[in-house]
């Protein structure tokens, strides 16, 4: 297996619950959040994004939450599954112009069977 | 959304040797960029593959130990030059498809240096 995630936060629930996996986002100018899947051995996963005029999306089981004033980003996963086990990282636009992104330190999201 | 393929998917080189990454998308693009990840860590860009131009470098990242090209819209390659183990890391290629869409990743070149 791959080394990504060995040193994460680490979320463990039980299969069936709700996950919330956490960012904190240091721009207050940002205007642009994506979250991202990786599995074991493979890249990053588009999940979901959220621009800045919006508090909430919704997808097909997960939810993201932007709290602006505090700068959080939250990832709901409804009734967590075991293939929802992978590392989670949550990007926003990187603070020079251009279209890089700024990922967080990822959150590794274990789901018992 | 875009099918990117990167070779070689893994490799194990010697010390002082260099490789050649390459990444191929279905489609045309605007954007392709090149990330590292290191074991446990997150994403960091290393640059911006630009058509026709040369690639714009992040802080901590030259020209001359990670060349880049890219010929066209569908095709890039990084160069990891004269490797050493601290290089040991996932090489990532991304691409945006244009203004306002999300980037999507290729599942990255895992790169271990003897």
């Not at chain 1, 004033?69 to 990832?75: A, D, F, G, N, Y």
């Not at chain 2, 090209?69 to 290089?87: C, G, I, Q």
Request: proline letters at 5%; a negative charge; aromatic letters at 8%.
């Amino acid at each position: 297996g791959e080394s990504v995630g060995l040193h994460l936060p680490t979320l463990s629930v039980q299969e069936g619950d709700n996950s919330i996996i956490n960012c904190a986002y240091s721009n207050s100018a940002s205007d642009y959040f994506i979250w991202y899947k990786q599995e074991s051995g493979k890249g990053p996963q588009f999940i979901i994004d959220i621009r800045s005029n919006m508090d909430k999306r919704q997808g097909q089981r997960v939810t993201v939450l932007l709290n602006k004033t505090v700068k959080h980003l939250s990832l709901q996963i409804a009734a967590t599954q075991p293939g929802d086990s992978a590392v989670y990282f949550c990007a926003e636009p990187g603070p020079d112009a251009g279209n890089m992104l700024t990922f967080g330190g990822g959150t590794r999201l274990m789901v018992k069977p | 959304s875009a099918v990117i393929s990167q070779k070689p998917s893994r490799d194990i080189c010697q010390r002082g040797t260099s490789l050649t990454i390459q990444c191929q998308v279905d489609s045309q693009v605007t954007m392709m960029f090149w990330y590292r990840q290191q074991p446990g860590q997150s994403l960091t860009l290393i640059a911006t593959a630009n058509q026709g131009s040369e690639a714009t470098y992040e802080s901590g990242f030259v020209i001359d130990k990670f060349p880049i090209s890219r010929p066209n819209l569908t095709f890039s390659t990084l160069t990891v030059s004269n490797m050493s183990p601290e290089d040991s890391s996932i090489y990532l290629c991304s691409v945006e498809k244009g203004e306002g869409e999300p980037q999507h990743f290729g599942d990255g070149t895992r790169l271990s240096i003897l």
